[in-house]
């Protein structure tokens, strides 16, 4: 500065002037941080002053942040300004749905299902496809067990088709379906085989996929893939077959599990926050507890054996 300068060749260093001189050259030369500076001295202004540095020297996406942080909502970047990150990419990071990382999504929301209604896998249980969840949460409550497929296989013990009447009615007291009506194209034909099957005051625990699914091509190739269901379709569905005050359809899911979900990513990516947020737009799995009402001889001897 011109001042700074006259002063040092006129001699004149008078140290109280020098440090006002400088302080002054400093509050010029950084307006915003003078400003901040000052208000610390006025604390009822501190606000007011940050604010207005932010309007001055912040972009207009940070202060959007800013703000929606303050205010504790999700920030939504404008038009353009989105990171895609590890997801711009045309390739999933499994196309068998996240089986040879971890822990698929929809199996997290099918064995907390499950494990809400263990209660109900008890005495003769049939699984659809393998025995894992009979054992995982039925345990020594499982008098016997049966796995049902629709071809022979080493685990299986009755290969039948649910949309034919193929197994004796009323022998089981729970059916576990998981994942398996989206399937079978005759839908309601294997859920009448399903209410047939179970004993009177039997249970159905049925899990169906959601919208967010991805398409499965060795199942499309082996024996089709058909159905995707909301909460009201399944509703609707069993409702055909079950009383309506014995049906209880819950879905689980949210933006986050069913991008994730879609792209490939296992439990293991996401904190249980993220899988256990609930947001109804997004039904990754919609679950169902169906119970077949009992027989009016079944009420009659219930009656009868009260003491």
């Given at each position: ?57 912040l ?10 942080r ?91 088709d ?18 398996t ?17 179970l ?18 091509i ?23 077959v ?66």
């Open positions: 500065m011109w001042v700074e300068n006259y002063l040092s060749r006129q001699g004149i260093l008078h140290d109280e002037l020098l440090r006002t001189l400088k302080n002054q050259i400093w509050n010029c030369r950084h307006p915003s941080l003078s400003r901040l500076r000052n208000s610390v001295q006025n604390p009822r202004w501190m606000k007011h002053t940050l604010r207005g540095l932010a309007v001055d020297i972009p207009s996406v940070c202060r959007q942040w800013l703000s929606a303050l205010h504790r909502k999700e920030y939504v970047p404008p038009v353009g300004w989105v990171r895609f990150g590890s997801f711009r990419r045309m390739e999933p990071f499994s196309r068998v749905l996240g089986i040879d990382r971890g822990l698929p999504i929809d199996r997290y929301y099918i064995e907390k299902f499950l494990l809400e209604h263990c209660r109900d896998i008890a005495g003769h249980v049939l699984e659809i496809g393998d025995d894992r969840y009979t054992r995982k949460f039925g345990r020594d409550k499982v008098v016997k067990s049966d796995v049902l497929n629709l071809f022979d296989s080493p685990q299986t013990t009755i290969a039948a649910l949309t034919r009447d193929d197994l004796s009615s009323e022998q089981f007291d729970c059916v576990i379906c998981t994942q009506l989206p399937f079978i194209y005759d839908v309601r034909a294997a859920l009448q085989t399903l209410y047939r099957v004993k009177s005051g039997g249970v159905l625990l049925a899990t169906v996929a959601g919208g967010t699914h991805p398409i499965s060795f199942d499309m190739e082996h024996w089709g893939d058909y159905w995707r269901f909301t909460s009201l379709s399944a509703r609707l569905l069993f409702r055909e079950f009383p309506e005050e014995n049906l209880q359809v819950k879905t689980y899911g949210n933006v986050m599990a069913a991008t994730a979900f879609i792209n490939g990513l296992v439990v293991e990516d996401l904190s249980r926050r993220n899988l256990d947020y609930y947001d109804p737009n997004y039904e990754v799995v919609v679950v169902v507890r169906a119970v077949k009402p009992p027989q009016r001889n079944d009420l009659r001897a219930g009656v009868v054996g009260k003491p």
